[in-house]
């Protein structure tokens, strides 16, 4: 970013990292089963940027998911277009983002949600945001995979669909 004098650098969907070796959360001892293929886009921006909606929704859930290498506090919100209902994710935000949520309320398109979490309470990584578009969050509660494993990432392609629809950033 600095070699750029870029403010955010993205990427990362359909990406295998090696990153999610250092967690037992992760890790497998078989390859197969070893979840390593990222299903998000990573926003890599300041601690404490403000994070807002894409679009209007409600708040779905939230929750602090504190094993390593997890995301850290996270909100998920719920949309609806015409019929068509669907979930974003939003992990590795500050505690003080989830402190006073209530599931249920309303969001409206360009409101801030959140701010940017540390890696003290992020799953100790750089700041970045980690943003997801999830089809059927199934029982999830402000939680959802965000790393699938070879098996799955079939599944995980159809629920999960590139973020970048949404996003539309230019590469």
């Known amino acids: ?13 359909l990406e295998q990292r090696g990153i999610y070796q250092r967690s037992d959360y992760f890790n497998q001892l078989n390859k197969e089963t070893e979840r390593n293929i990222h299903i998000g886009i990573d926003l890599w921006i300041e601690a404490n940027t403000a994070i807002f909606s894409p679009l209007e929704g409600t708040i ?7 094993n390593y290498g997890d995301y850290g506090p996270t909100i998920v919100l719920k949309h ?34 959140a701010n940017l979490g540390t890696a003290e309470v992020n799953g100790d990584y750089p700041p970045h945001l ?30 999960c669909p590139d973020p970048n629809l949404l996003l539309k950033l230019n590469k």
């Open 1 to 13: 970013m600095k070699e750029n004098n870029a403010k955010v650098a993205f990427g990362g969907y």
């Open 80 to 113: 609806k277009i015409e019929d068509f209902e669907f979930y974003t994710l939003y992990g590795h935000l500050s505690l003080a983002s989830i402190e006073n949520l209530k599931v249920g309320a309303e969001v409206k398109q360009g409101e801030q949600i």
């Open 130 to 159: 980690h943003f997801q578009i999830i089809k059927d969050i199934e029982d999830y509660k402000g939680d959802y995979p965000g790393v699938s494993n070879q098996i799955d990432l079939e599944f995980y392609k159809l629920n």
């Open 60 to 66: 779905h859930s939230f929750k602090n998911n504190t």
